[in-house]
């Protein structure tokens, strides 16, 4: 597995090692003692979620100020544009954010740690999305970051069309009146 740090260093992009012939294809798509080599610490995901979504469907910018989570993404049929957003206070990059394109094709992983918000853009006709996280869905802990609040500018890849959202993602905070980390 090839680890990659990404423009926030502690979101790193992780490119398995495929082994593909024309049978098909073969990667480990999780190993826990090179994972925790490659993050720098013990890491335990007590979750595995799966979500499938339309094209243009935008999910995010979620995460949970308690009960934080950390989330090891990607995607297993299709193609998103993933964003992590960094929400702690004392970082130097607060507010910054990074996009990764992962797909079918490329097996990219992206890992998350606890303080980003996460969020992804449909860019195939559907998409599969997998992710393991390190601690359980708490919803009364759940916040959500506008996903086109002006002072992220994040440059979603719509091409002119609309984003499909959520009522709850319509509605998400600024960053600037958001509950983020100290």
Known sequence: MKVIPTALPEVLLIEPKVFGDDRGFFFESFNERAFDEAVGRPVTFVQDNHSRSARHVLRGLHYQIEQTQGKLVRVARGSVYDIAV?????????????????????????????????????????????????????????????????????????????PIVSGKDRSGASLADAEVFP
């Open 86 to 162: 960094d929400l702690r206070r004392s970082s130097q990059r607060f507010g910054k954010w990074v996009a990764i394109e992962l797909s079918e094709l490329n097996h990219r992983q992206l890992w998350i740690p606890e303080g980003f918000a996460h969020g992804f853009l449909v860019t195939s006709d559907s998409a599969d999305f997998l992710y393991k996280t390190t601690d359980y869905w708490a919803p009364k802990a759940e916040r959500c970051i506008a996903w086109n609040d002006p002072a992220l500018a994040i440059d979603w890849p719509l091409a002119g069309a609309e």
